[in-house]
């Protein structure tokens, strides 16, 4: 890349993978892949079986590996844009994809600053709270701890037992070690008797988030466990993995366009898409500062998916919280007779077309009465219902789920497990509403990267979810901010949203807020 010594030329080209991706977004995305398909040859793998490293090669072998590759990348060029063709899949959709990648293009380039000296004072603040976490755990759990610690030494000893001789080996006593899923699942199963929370496919005990949420505070420990994962995973993802990452006071991210069967935008290096949005650790947003002169502005699309879910199925209710500013946890709480938290937690459910079964655990009530409630759920939300239908039906029929842009999302027309079937259902859905929603922010990016960057007036970050992040000249921020949010109500408007979106553009900032 540029800041390693290497020019990008700056136009659009035609990346075959990006295409690959829209050919078939379950198929693995590689120039390997097409080259088996085609012809079984194995000059890459004799090539690396006769060579340890590409500088020890001989020339002539070097310049065959090339032109084979350069050959089979044509032959897999012709081989996708032909695929594309057979489906349907718009010229349109393809240039879409290109040029999300080329504005990305620009921050890969360029970089982001990185305030050093505040990412390193986070980083201190988090290490503090993991020592004092970990004390109040040896605490909480001090009786049941030490006898686990114990046994595990004196497992390890008779592991460690030598019969020649019979010499023991010295073997310093352990201690808990609190990142350890399978010593957690001792000490909370084993030890304090906790009752065991089973993986759903495997039906193996497990300590993972959704376990430790399960067991709720039936015991001091559960608490404190869940905070320390929370503060580990900061402390590596976020704060180490920008230390790591850092080159001078920069970061040089990746992003990947076909990083998702959706097509939402992935992240890596770090993968800011997993910093928190709100709560106390959203300040590690903060570490992400502009250039001298220059200010932050990110804009939300607001209730995208419920926008987009409006669109496809003209539900009264759902129209009615766009319209009316009707809360749909009011909604839903009126229509069952339930209280509001608990509708609350059934929006989130049933939008993940969860079943009956799971609603009668949600509100503690036999299954027949969940069938009730689940009945009557979906017959408030009528029109979503019958649009959720018609996504099962074309499973079922062997049919893509076509997004706005034109995307589809593929799924097997067979399926050896009944929950394989069911999660397809869930994730066609999620690929329409989702997927939709995705490509309208990805438009919306690429516009005002263009208008950023023809004026003169900064550069356009990143996406994460339904936010725009933009950097602007602090002199002309207002322009910018009215510039943001009028491509973002005109990507809506341009593809034929039949309900208008909703933008809200925040205030300039020295760094990334929210």
């Known amino acids: 890349m540029h800041h390693n010594g290497i020019f990008i030329k700056p136009e659009i080209v035609t990346d075959a993978m990006l295409l690959d991706h829209l050919a078939d977004e379950n198929r693995p995305h590689s120039l390997d892949s097409h080259i088996q398909e085609i012809s079984q040859s194995t000059y890459k793998k004799d090539f690396w079986e006769k060579y340890d490293d590409w500088n020890n090669a001989d020339e002539s072998d070097k310049y065959n590996y090339v032109m084979m590759d350069v050959v089979y990348t044509q032959y897999a060029h012709e081989r996708i844009e032909e695929s594309l063709k057979k489906q349907g899949i718009s010229i349109d959709l393809c240039q879409h994809v290109h040029k999300l990648a080329f504005a990305l293009l620009d921050t890969r380039l360029k970089g982001l600053r990185i305030d050093v000296k505040k990412l390193v004072s986070l980083g201190e603040e988090l290490?503090?709270?993991?020592?004092?976490?970990?004390q109040k755990m040896l605490c909480s759990s001090q009786p049941q701890r030490e006898l686990l610690e114990l046994n595990m030494w004196s497992e390890a000893i008779e592991k460690a037992y030598t019969p020649k001789g019979?010499?023991?080996?010295?073997?310093?006593?352990?201690?808990?070690?609190?990142?350890?899923?399978?010593?957690?699942?001792r000490l909370l199963y084993d030890y304090i008797g906790l009752p065991e929370q089973l993986n759903s496919k495997t039906k193996k005990r497990t300590v993972d988030d959704d376990a430790l949420e399960k067991l709720g505070d039936a015991h001091p420990l559960l608490i404190d466990l869940r905070n320390y994962r929370k503060y580990c995973k900061m402390q590596s993802a976020f704060i180490d993995g920008i230390r790591d990452k850092l080159e001078g006071n920069r970061i040089y991210p990746d992003y990947n366009v076909n990083g998702t069967v959706t097509g939402r935008l992935s992240h890596a290096s770090p993968n800011v898409a997993q910093i928190p949005s709100s709560e106390e650790w959203?300040?590690?947003?903060?570490?992400?500062?502009?250039?001298?002169?220059?200010?932050?502005?990110?804009?939300?699309?607001?209730?995208?998916?419920?926008?987009?879910?409006?669109?496809?199925?003209?539900?009264?209710?759902?129209?009615?919280?766009?319209?009316?500013?009707?809360?749909?946890?009011?909604?839903?709480?009126?229509?069952?007779?339930v209280d509001r938290a608990s509708a609350k937690t059934l929006n989130f459910a049933l939008q993940y077309q969860c079943g009956p079964n799971k609603v009668a655990k949600i509100l503690g009530v036999s299954s027949k009465e969940g069938q009730y409630f689940y009945d009557k759920y979906w017959e408030t939300y009528s029109g979503e219902k019958r649009v959720i239908d018609e996504c099962k039906k074309r499973i079922d029929d062997g049919l893509p789920i076509i997004t706005l842009y034109g995307r589809h999302r593929r799924f097997p027309k067979q399926f050896a497990q009944q929950w394989e079937k069911e999660a397809a259902y869930r994730a066609g859905y999620s690929a329409l509403i989702q997927g939709s929603g995705a490509d309208l922010t990805s438009e919306a990016f690429y516009l005002i990267a263009k208008w950023l960057k023809d004026n003169g007036l900064g550069r356009a970050w990143f996406t994460v979810h339904d936010e725009i992040l933009v950097e602007a000249d602090r002199a002309a921020t207002g322009t910018t901010q009215r510039q943001l949010e009028h491509y973002m109500l005109s990507v809506g408007k341009n593809r034929g949203l039949s309900i208008d979106l909703i933008v809200e553009v925040s205030t300039p900032s020295k760094f990334w807020t929210k």
């Open 166 to 185: 019979k010499k023991w080996k010295e073997i310093p006593k352990p201690s808990l070690n609190f990142a350890s899923s399978a010593q957690i699942g």
């Open 282 to 337: 959203a300040k590690i947003r903060n570490v992400f500062i502009p250039e001298d002169g220059y200010d932050v502005i990110s804009a939300d699309y607001g209730m995208l998916e419920v926008v987009i879910a409006a669109h496809y199925s003209q539900d009264p209710n759902l129209l009615k919280i766009i319209n009316e500013g009707a809360s749909k946890h009011d909604i839903t709480a009126e229509a069952l007779g």
């Open 127 to 134: 290490f503090s709270l993991i020592k004092e976490t970990e």
